[in-house]
């Protein structure tokens, strides 16, 4: 069963630029399909970002496309979401999810990362 860290959160003002990082132990990283996800204060968790196994697929949801760049390093089991063009919306707490096979269905989870976009 594989555990998610995340980190690199914090606070930044409308149109910065944070960097956050998901470190996965206890499982064969480059087994998961992986994901960003994100809930604001009051609202549901969100599809931010996901990718495939090796790196080579990517998606993003429509809020983030052009901004956000998720990405992964399978040597160092670490996900990573560049995040640019910070707007005060995207404030949410952030989490990583990982997607075993053969379903590829989110089933183990961070406890996330706080971003706290300023205007």
């Known amino acids: 069963q594989v555990q998610l860290a995340e980190s690199g959160g914090g606070l930044v003002q409308a149109g910065g630029s944070l960097r956050l990082s998901c470190v996965a132990s206890?499982?064969?990283?480059?087994?998961?399909?992986m994901g960003w996800f994100r809930q604001a204060p009051g609202q549901g968790r969100q599809l931010v970002a996901r990718?495939?196994?090796?790196?080579?697929?990517?998606y993003y949801g429509d809020s983030v496309k052009g901004r956000f760049t998720i990405s992964r390093d399978n040597a160092k089991n670490t996900l990573y979401l560049q995040m640019d063009s910070l707007k005060p919306e995207d404030t949410a707490v952030y989490s990583c999810?990982?997607?075993?096979?053969?379903?590829?269905?989110?089933?183990?989870w961070g406890k996330g990362t706080l971003v706290t976009v300023s205007s």
């Open positions: 999810a990982a997607a075993p096979p053969p379903d590829y269905i989110m089933d183990y």
């Open positions: 206890g499982g064969t990283f480059s087994n998961y399909a």
């Open positions: 990718i495939s196994r090796t790196g080579g697929g990517t």
